[in-house]
């Protein structure tokens, strides 16, 4: 006989109606498996345990001391808000360096039921369950607003592995509140004003959820943590939160020491990249040294190869003239770089993640690390508008980010310009600062932003002229060419 089948006995007393000890077992029968949600906590630790994963790996780094140190590092106060953190979902972390085919494929498969199934996997702001259509709706804008505010992904082949967090909303509770939270705090940052109370709920929920993961055994260890604290840390430099931008990063250096230090991002160019754009806003902001990076000790250039015969005689020479040696060998790298993306682009295609992240590291830091005291000096000049430039690698629709310390210096370095140019490089080299400045860091309406421009501009009169003068110094086509139109035409006005 079937296991699947069970007989009852009848009642002598009542024939049509079984005992209750076997209406316990019918519905027992009747009821298994059904009376289950796919988005509870239950089914998630299924789904999770249905994975293969890795056993656990275990370090004598990550003892309580060190978990509490991670947990205080992200500690924020948010104590305006008046909400109380919600019973999401345990977190179901994947502990691989990177998340395998088979991992990825049974998470695509349990995201496809909640999708057909519509289950909620936390509560909204008005502690109602949130459907998983309206958190799909929420990851796909957080995606939107993420690949318009990094442009280069259009012309960096980063792995595609990173970007396989979709899961991660319906089965890690701070990182779905982190979504939440970087939509709200993106859309009050383009409004023009403060976080609304929304805003505020995630960003407290984030938090919560974040120092809970965290306190847990190997918390650390998922990558999503560090998706989460870099969405806060970067959210916080847009509101000049100074305080949370510092605790974010020290949790994150902390993080990624236990996590093997600058081998952690060896298959990580993403995620290097995201690390190294906070230190440059950081620095940018405050003008203090970076928080997260370490002073060069090598400041040779990042090519292993000659530099290219094309460059000779041209404007990298006569930068060398006129700045430290050590800017100037930044200076060349960095105009490799950029040859080199609009090389693949032309060509329809784009540069590896990792050559592309190694080299960019190498200029930024040096950059950073580099000081020169006389402002009006063709060296702090040259180095501020390389910066500058690094900024605009990170945008935002409708409004610039704030870089106080960066705006204020490279306004007092291009005052001093002037518009006596002694060849035509040098003509060209100031456009390019001021157009730079103008799509970064300063405001083309500025009158004497505008008056220098026009003595120098001479007879460029189409955009054209301007941007084929631009790709001579530091430019890159598919990712500034937008912003560098619309700098052009606002200084031209």
């Keep these: 006989m079937p296991e699947a089948f069970a007989f009852v006995s009848a009642c002598a007393n009542h024939p049509n109606k079984p005992a209750n000890a076997d209406r316990f077992l019918i519905r027992s029968h009747v009821m298994a498996g059904r009376n289950k949600s796919l988005g509870s906590r239950r089914s998630l630790r299924e789904a999770a345990r249905q994975a293969a994963t890795p056993p656990k790996i275990y370090t004598t780094a990550t003892d309580c001391g060190d978990r509490h ?10 104590d305006s808000v008046d909400a109380k953190p919600d019973a999401g979902p345990q977190n179901v972390r994947d502990r691989n360096d990177k998340r395998s085919g088979k991992d990825f494929e049974a998470a695509c498969l349990q995201l496809d039921r909640q999708i057909r199934t519509r289950s909620g996997v936390f509560a909204s702001l008005d502690n109602t369950e949130t459907a998983c259509g309206e958190l799909i709706s929420e990851l796909t804008t957080y995606n939107s607003a993420k690949h318009a505010a990094f442009p280069l992904k259009y012309t960096i082949d980063f792995d595609e592995a990173e970007d396989s967090c979709v899961p991660w909303i319906f089965s890690n509770t701070a990182f779905a509140h982190s979504v939440f939270y970087a939509t709200s705090a993106a859309n009050d940052f383009r409004l023009g004003r403060p976080y609304t109370r929304p805003t505020l709920i995630h960003l407290r929920r984030t938090i919560r959820s974040l120092n809970m993961q965290l306190g847990e055994d190997g918390g650390h260890l998922d990558d999503s943590t560090i998706y989460t604290i870099v969405t806060l840390a970067m959210l916080a430099t847009l509101v000049g ?21 600058e081998s952690f991002f060896v298959e990580r160019p993403k995620q290097h990249f995201m690390l190294e754009r906070l230190d440059l806003a950081w620095s940018a902001y405050s003008g203090a040294f970076p928080r997260y990076s370490c002073e060069p000790t090598d400041w040779r250039s ?19 003239m006129i700045v430290d040696a050590r800017l100037s060998t930044v200076f060349q790298d960095f105009q490799r770089l950029t040859r080199l993306i609009n090389a693949y682009a032309n060509e329809d295609g784009r540069l590896k993640g990792d050559v592309f992240q190694h080299v960019l590291a190498s ?11 006389q402002v009006d000096g063709w060296s702090e000049r040259l180095r501020l508008g390389m910066l500058a430039y690094l900024t605009t690698t990170f945008q935002l629709s409708g409004r610039k980010v704030s870089y106080d310390y960066l705006s204020a210096r490279y306004r007092r370095s291009c005052q001093a310009l002037g518009a006596c140019t002694a060849s035509d ?9 001021l157009v730079v400045g103008a799509m970064s860091v300063l405001e083309p309406s500025e009158p004497w932003l505008g008056a220098i421009w026009h003595e120098i501009a001479g007879s460029w009169r189409e955009w054209e002229d301007v941007q084929h003068q631009l790709e001579s110094v530091l430019w ?15 200084l031209t006005f």
């Design 241 to 261: 939160d100074l305080i949370a931008v510092r605790a974010h990063m020290v949790g994150l250096r902390r993080i990624i020491e236990l996590r093997g230090g």
């Design 69 to 78: 140190a991670l947990r205080e590092s992200i500690e924020t106060s948010p």
């Design 425 to 433: 490089d040098m003509r060209t080299l100031k456009a390019w600062l």
């Design 302 to 320: 990042a090519f292993t190869g000659p530099q290219a015969v094309s460059d000779e005689g041209g404007l990298a020479s006569i930068v060398a």
């Design 476 to 490: 890159t086509n598919k990712v500034q060419d937008e912003a560098g139109k619309s700098a052009y035409e606002a």
């Design 363 to 373: 200029i930024q830091r040096r950059l950073l690390w580099l000081r020169f005291s």
